[in-house]
Every structure is written in C-alpha cells, then in structure tokens.
C-alpha cells in the first residue's frame, strides 16, 4: 500500500487531511519529547491553528532517545494520523503540523543549532518526569541525576533535557537573538515555575552571566495538558490504514477528549492554539491540581490495584466494580482538596473522568501508567493527602492508594509472578522492600524512610500510618482482589 506522504494529501478527502497547506508554513517551534503524546496533544492544537489562522509556527519535533519515530516521519514529510477512538467508533485526522524531526541521541548538536535559528520563537517538552532531573523540595536540579551529572561535566555536549536547554540558551544569547518561551507540558506541579528553577540552577553552576541573562529574559509559562494517550501498538498502524488508506508508521490513536490550560506569557508571540480549543489563564495552578490529583491521582490508584488485580487495562479496571466504586471515592476526596474553580463544575469533571477511564476503545495498560511511581505519587496522591491531613478530612482513600503503590512495589503479583518496577529508583526500592518481606508495617517503614520521598508530615501521622498499614496487611495477606472488595463494602 503507498505511504502517507505529502504527494499523497489531495487524494485523501476533506476532514481527514489538514485544512492548511503544511508545506507552505515554516517552523517557529522547537519540541522535546517526540512520543505519542505529543503528537495527540500539542502537534494537533498547533494543527488546529494553523488551520484557522495560519502563522509560522510548525514544529521542529527531537526525539531524545528512539530513533524510530523520527525516521519514520521523515519518511512522510512529518506527516501522521491522529485516530480519535470513543465509544461510538473512530475518526481519523492526519496532522500536518510537524515539519521536521530529529534524533538527539544520533545527533544532539543538529538541535543546539536550532536554538540559533531566529524563527524558533517557543520550545515546548513533553519528556517525563524523570528525564528532568529536579530536585522538588529545593526547587533546584539533582546533581546527582545520570544526565544532570554528565552534562554538568560536559555542558557543551549536552545529552540530557536541563543540559540541552541551558547550552541551547547560551548560543541563543551567543548569537545575540531574544530567546523563545520554554512551555513545560510535563505532568507537574507548577511545572513552569519549576522548568525555570531547574535551569537556573544548571545555568548558575556553569556560567553566572547566563544564569543571570536567562533569569532576567526567559519566559517559563506553566501548562496543564491533558489527553489520555496509549502507548501505539501494531494495531494502531492497521487502524490508521484502514481509515486513511495508507500505511503510516507515526500514527498515534487517543481519547476524543482534550484539555490545555496555558499561562499566558509569549513575549514573541504564539500560535492561535484556542482554535483546538486552548485555554489561556493568568494563573494554571489550580488547574493543575485538579487535573494531577483527581485524573492522575485515580489514575495511579487504577494502575496499582487495577494491575495486582489482575487488570491489564484501565477499562478493565473500571469494569470492577468495587474498584470502580473507590475510583469514584478517591476523585470524590481530591476534589475537595481543589478548590473553587472558575468555570469549572467538579462534579461535571469527575463524571466525565469515570466515562473517559471506562472508554472501551482505549486500550490503556494499568502496567504503563504504574511506571515512575517515585516521581508521580508526590504531586498526585501525598501532596493532596497532606491537605486532607491538615483540614481534617478522610484518609482512606489515600491510603488505599499508597498501601496498592506499596504493594506494587514488592515486584510480585498474586501469582508469584516477579515483574520490574520500572522505576528510576528502582535499586533502592528492591533493596527496601527485599528486608521487610510481607511485613506491611516493615514494608510501610521502609519506603517511608527512602530519602526526598514521604511528606514528614503524613509518615508521623497516626492516623494515616495506621490507615496504610492496616490495608496493606489486608493487600499482602489476602490479596489486591479481596482488599479492594473489602475496602469498597
Ligand atoms: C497517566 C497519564 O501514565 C500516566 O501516568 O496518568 O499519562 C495520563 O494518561 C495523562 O496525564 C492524561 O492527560
């Protein structure tokens, strides 16, 4: 069958192709983090814009690590297929917005040069919590993290996210060029805020005067984004044949709903992303709380106790239904951590995460959002606890939750059966958790005591270590099914 290629667009009809010439529109954007993400969410807004209002604002799309994306939309001049998978059937919308993308890890000073290009007037990321390297406690990078070090000792052959970014700057500024926006639209508190700590933080330990001139002339907005988005399987490939009639080796499929909320802070101008339906606020913040602690926090609740009871996927998860029932529990508890919301009716909200996570079309694994626990339990299920602590309010749900994290963390399930944490610190939780056995109180000591980790607060509380290790034995002892069936009753 042929390509998905731009000679191919006129043939494809109205609705499926973009609305654009892409071809016509060159690249104001730099993008890290070129997953499935990315694509369904940033790559299809920009789409939308430059439908309706045209601009120079493609994107440079860099791969930090695989190769295989890259080559593959090279091969279709950028081009991909973006299937909407809901409950009554599939559309399919190829996306001209990528004009081009490249492979850091093949060649990472091809995308230092692109910061010396005039026209690249934002940099978006999308790289993972952990590719940072933060340290969030004092708002500073780790020197320790694996890249941060190397780039620390190399910073002019950088490899790592903060290291790029930083180097990126200097021949911005070496070049005498007023620098872009850097929007984080990673899942992270205050994500905007943190990005700009973390690269002062490089930049002072490297070059004072950088530090200096970025701290005074770089814009961080922050962002909320999301749109579940699997991981793609063969399957998408076929489904995006099917719909489009070629073979397209970049195509992502996703949820038909999206939400961004983004800082309004550009000095050198945006693309009109409202067009895809954007929000732009003074203040994201509270946004980003809803999001990371009701989406998110019931995500990773889904992901632990769903996968130890035997549920491969989120759907499945929400078929159970007595972990259904404390799905709707835990978003019931993170709402009341939020807040007023203008504009925003959290129960509306709540609603409809149950419909998006029961999607039957959306094949999301419970094993891939289980991943990096380490570095989304703190915004997503402590930092919401703690309020719940302080105000007075149920524990239980976060326990429930943290007790399953535990759980998951001992690295067998109910068969016995060993699998990897995949996690960045997974070393050190094998070590915690090899001594305490099934112990759940000696379980709950341990991975309390992992350093930069547990809230102080919530480990020498009572109340709550009891609400978690009663579980936990209960999770340990009898199993994830009978705990979560028991916890619902
Ligand atoms: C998920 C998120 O993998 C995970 O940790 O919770 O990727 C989630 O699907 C997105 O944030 C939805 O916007």
New binding site residues.
């Given amino acids: 069958m042929t390509r998905l290629t731009a000679k191919l667009l006129p043939q494809l009809p109205e609705g499926v192709r973009p609305a654009y010439d892409p071809a016509a529109q060159a690249a104001g954007i730099l993008h890290l983090g070129l997953g499935a ?1 990315h694509r369904a ?1 940033q790559a299809f807004y920009t789409d939308a814009a430059l439908a309706r209002d045209g601009g120079d604002w493609r994107i440079l799309a860099v791969s930090l690590r695989s190769t295989e994306t890259v080559d593959a939309l090279r091969a279709q001049d950028g081009l991909f297929t973006l299937v909407e998978r809901g409950p009554h059937g599939d559309r399919a919308q190829v996306i001209g917005a990528v004009a081009d993308a490249l492979a850091a890890a093949r060649d990472s000073q091809e995308v230092l040069a692109v910061f010396e290009r005039p026209e690249i007037r934002i940099v978006t990321l999308t790289v993972t919590e952990k590719a940072y390297g933060f340290d969030r406690a004092s708002m500073d990078i780790e020197p320790g993290h694996e890249a941060i070090a190397a780039d620390l000792a190399a910073p002019q052959q950088p490899r790592g996210v903060i290291g790029l970014l930083v180097e990126g700057l200097r021949r911005r500024r070496a070049a005498d060029l007023r620098p872009p926006a850097i929007l984080c639209c990673d ?1 992270l508190p205050e994500n905007g805020p943190l990005l700009r700590a973390g690269v002062l933080g490089f930049a002072r330990r490297v070059d004072v005067d950088l530090a200096e001139w970025i701290a005074q002339e770089v814009a961080f907005p922050a962002s909320m ?6 991981a793609t399987t063969d399957e998408t490939a076929k489904r995006a044949q099917a719909l489009i009639g070629a073979d397209d080796a970049a195509a992502v499929e996703t949820e038909p709903f999206t ?1 961004w909320v983004i800082e309004e802070n550009f000095p050198q101008g945006r693309p009109s992303w409202e067009a895809g339906g954007a929000v732009f606020v003074a203040d994201v913040a509270p946004f980003e709380r809803m ?1 990371l602690r009701m ?2 926090g019931a ?2 609740l889904i ?1 632990y106790a769903g996968f130890l009871a035997g549920h491969a996927y989120v759907r499945d998860a929400m078929s159970d239904a007595s972990l259904a029932v404390l799905v709707d529990r835990h978003i019931r508890a993170a709402a009341g951590t939020v807040g007023r919301l203008e504009g925003i009716d959290l129960d509306a909200y709540r609603a409809d995460l149950l419909a998006r996570f029961a999607n039957p079309a959306i094949a ?1 694994q419970t094993y ?2 289980a ?2 626990g380490t570095e ?1 339990l703190p915004q ?1 299920i402590f930092a919401p606890a703690t309020d719940a602590l302080t105000s007075g309010a149920d524990l239980a749900p976060y326990a429930f939750a943290v007790a399953a994290w535990m759980c998951y963390a001992t690295g067998r399930d109910a068969k016995g059966k060993n699998y990897d944490l995949r996690d960045p610190r997974e070393d050190e939780l094998r070590r915690a958790v090899l001594h305490a056995g099934n112990d759940a109180s000696a379980l709950v000591a341990a991975l309390t005591a992992l350093p930069s980790f547990f809230p102080v607060s919530l480990r020498d509380s009572p109340a709550f270590r009891h609400a978690l290790e009663t579980r936990l034995a209960v999770m340990l002892d009898r199993g994830m099914p009978e705990a979560i069936r028991r916890e619902a009753a």
């Fill in positions: 993400f969410h899942n984004v999301d749109r579940i988005t699997p939400q999001k989406l998110n995500h990773s992901a999301h891939q959002i991943m990096d989304k997503r």
